[in-house]
């Protein structure tokens, strides 16, 4: 059973809001998402809340939003797609994730494995993020102010890690933190990016090409 989230303004933007998200939870299907507890934490979580009022009346299409400092909340169908990959193996006790932005993905996560582990670049969204994560009453959320390419080891091993942020190449750090059968879900590349799923094995790593995506790039350091 998924975590259920509070039901704090999870209707705020009004009863026309249901049918909306009816049909991006469609939509989803549509384009191949078939994991029902995923679509139901989707359907359940109230996106708008992670949005600028400005862009909130567009939470529940199925598009990229910008949430200031050039970054955007991803699309949900990404952010399905990547978390049907994570939970593909099985369920996951101990998750990374690269990334926080605005909290959305971190929410979903929340909701589905033991705890998330979130690791920040940029301050002033982490602290948003935060809020927002406390109003849904998700309490197994843990966050760091660091650069993500070099992982959280001091929480690790994880059985999963999810990268929201794409590099050039997978840093070494973030396989050296994965766990035997843990799988790490990232984009990478430059101009041209592909979502890639690597598990670990006994023997080594193992690369799954997903698909053509589109991310913003991980960049080093930090932003107060
Ligand atoms: N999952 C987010 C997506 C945000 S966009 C959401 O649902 O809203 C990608 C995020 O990765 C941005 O917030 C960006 O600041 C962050 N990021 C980029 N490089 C990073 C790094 N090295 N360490 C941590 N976060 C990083």
């Known amino acids: 059973?998924?975590?259920?989230?509070?039901?704090?303004?999870?209707?705020?933007?009004?009863?026309?809001?249901?049918r909306t998200r009816e049909r991006l939870i469609q939509r989803l299907v549509d384009q191949g998402i078939t994991n029902l507890k995923v679509?139901?934490?989707?359907r359940s979580t109230p996106r708008h809340l992670f949005l600028d009022e400005a862009m909130a009346h567009r939470a529940y299409e199925d598009v990229a939003l910008p949430i200031?400092?050039?970054?955007?909340?991803?699309?949900?169908?990404?952010?399905?797609?990547?978390?049907?990959?994570l939970l593909a193996a099985g369920p996951r006790e101990?998750?990374?994730e690269i990334g926080t932005g605005s909290g959305y993905q971190t929410a979903i996560l929340a909701?589905?494995?033991?705890?998330v582990y979130s690791v920040e670049?940029?301050?002033?969204?982490?602290?948003?993020?935060r809020q927002r994560l406390r109003q849904l009453k998700l309490r197994n959320v843990h966050?760091?102010?660091?650069?993500?390419?070099?992982?959280?080891?001091?929480?690790?091993?994880y059985d999963g890690i999810l990268a929201t942020a794409a590099p050039e190449r997978i840093p070494e750090d973030l396989l050296q933190q994965l766990a035997p059968g843990g799988r790490l879900v990232i984009p990478v590349g430059g101009e041209?990016?592909?979502?890639?799923?690597?598990?670990?094995?006994?023997?080594g790593f193992d690369t799954q090409i997903v698909e053509a995506v589109n991310f913003v790039p991980l960049r080093p350091g930090t932003v107060k």
């Open 39 to 42: 679509l139901d934490v989707v």
């Open 121 to 129: 670049r940029i301050r002033p969204l982490q602290q948003k993020a």
């Open 143 to 157: 966050m760091n102010h660091a650069d993500g390419g070099l992982g959280w080891p001091e929480r690790g091993p």
């Open 192 to 203: 041209t990016q592909h979502l890639q799923v690597v598990t670990r094995t006994h023997e």
């Open 94 to 96: 101990r998750v990374l």
């Open 68 to 85: 200031g400092f050039q970054q955007t909340l991803s699309q949900p169908y990404i952010v399905a797609r990547m978390t049907e990959l």
């Open 1 to 18: 059973m998924a975590k259920a989230v509070s039901n704090v303004d999870v209707n705020g933007i009004g009863m026309t809001s249901q």
């Open 111 to 115: 909701r589905l494995v033991g705890e």
